[in-house]
Nanobody
Framework: QVQLVESGGGLVQAGDSLRLSCVFSGGNFNGYAIGWFRQAPGKERDFVSAISRSRDTTYYADFVKGRFTISRDNDKNMVYLQIVNLKPEDTAVYYC?????????????????WGQGTQVTVSS
């Protein structure tokens, strides 16, 4: 069974940077597209970013506006989400996700596997 465990969240100030990490286990990491989603209080879970199996293609939600960078290390079964210039509206629980389908489709049809989430709180 695929398992995803996020880390790296916390309480930060507006303008700070943060790197979220996600460790994958229970399957062949190279066979999965990986993505990040987030859910703010009282709102639906939104797609943030996804990366293809081979790391050569990345996708971002429009609201990212160049502040988020997704990457993966296929040797370590790790995925990262670097966020710079954090804003209070970035406050949310951030979820790592995995799917055998395409990274491009992840934001539309949703992934098969979810992590438990890591809380990011940005104070103004």
């Amino acid at each position: 069974q695929v398992q995803l465990v996020e880390s790296g969240g916390g309480l930060v100030q507006a303008g700070d940077s943060l790197r979220l990490s996600c460790v994958f286990s229970g399957g062949n990491f190279n066979g999965y597209a990986i993505g990040w989603f987030r859910q703010a209080p009282g709102k639906e879970r939104d797609f943030v970013s996804a990366i293809s199996r081979s790391r050569d293609t990345t996708y971002y939600a429009d609201f990212v506006k160049g502040r988020f960078t997704i990457s993966r290390d296929n040797d370590k079964n790790m995925v990262y989400l670097q966020i710079v210039n954090l804003k209070p509206e970035d406050t949310a629980v951030y979820y790592c996700a995995a799917d055998r389908g395409s990274a491009q489709a992840m934001g539309v049809k949703g992934p098969a596997y979810w992590g438990q989430g890591t809380q990011v709180t940005v104070s103004s």
